[in-house]
């Protein structure tokens, strides 16, 4: 049981634009936050300044975050995704397009906030966009699931600050199960991290729409 409802509020254009621009600066925040060097009193005074704007935000807070309405794709609505949602400033966020071959592909760049060992990405981090990557690859056969298993192998540092790419496809289909591979790789061409996966579409889901 979940303390996140289900049932989701979708949002109209310019509410989805106002609140993605927020998320941007939010993101901003976030790495200002871990590059600052304003020192003890400034950095007192910035948190003040920004719990303040913090209670603005929750004055109305919602149960859950808000969907976009159905495009092309109904994985396109949860905007607030922890890799690829503009709403989420958590989130990169990494735009991934699928081909109508099925092949998922994306371009990002990661900063300070995602480091794990000095000067190079987290590998958790890494596995979160390869799980998102190799997910759509498996939806966009048709049959969406839940990760039931994500091996990935660190071949070598993914490095911060320089443009990645992700690349995920299924490679094939068995019942309710989907199964799918991807990497990330570095700017000079060459793979960081190589993942397979296999994905479960739960029962419950057998005929929703994805
Ligand atoms: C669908 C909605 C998602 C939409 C996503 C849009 C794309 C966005 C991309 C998002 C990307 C991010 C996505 C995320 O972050 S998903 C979040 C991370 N994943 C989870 O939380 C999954 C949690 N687990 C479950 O919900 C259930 O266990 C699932 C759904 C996986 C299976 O529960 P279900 O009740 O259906 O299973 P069953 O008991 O009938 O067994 C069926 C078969 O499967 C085999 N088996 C079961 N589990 C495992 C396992 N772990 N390894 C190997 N095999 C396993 C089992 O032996 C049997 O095999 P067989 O006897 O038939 O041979």
Redesign the pocket.
Known sequence: MSAIPMERPVLGDDEAAALTGLAARVRELAEATVLTGAGAAEAAAVADEIAALTARLTAERRGAPPFVTPGERR?DRQIANPVSGPLNPFAPPIGLDVTSDGVVRGEFTLGAVYEGPPSYVHGGVSAMVL??AL??AA?ATGT??????LETRYRRPTPLGVPLKVEAKASRVE???VYASGTISAPDGRVTVEATA?F????R?VTSE?
């Open positions: 994985m799980d998102q997910g759509m939806a969406p699931g839940m990760t039931a298993t019942g309710r199960k296999m479960i579409m739960p029962q889901f994805y």
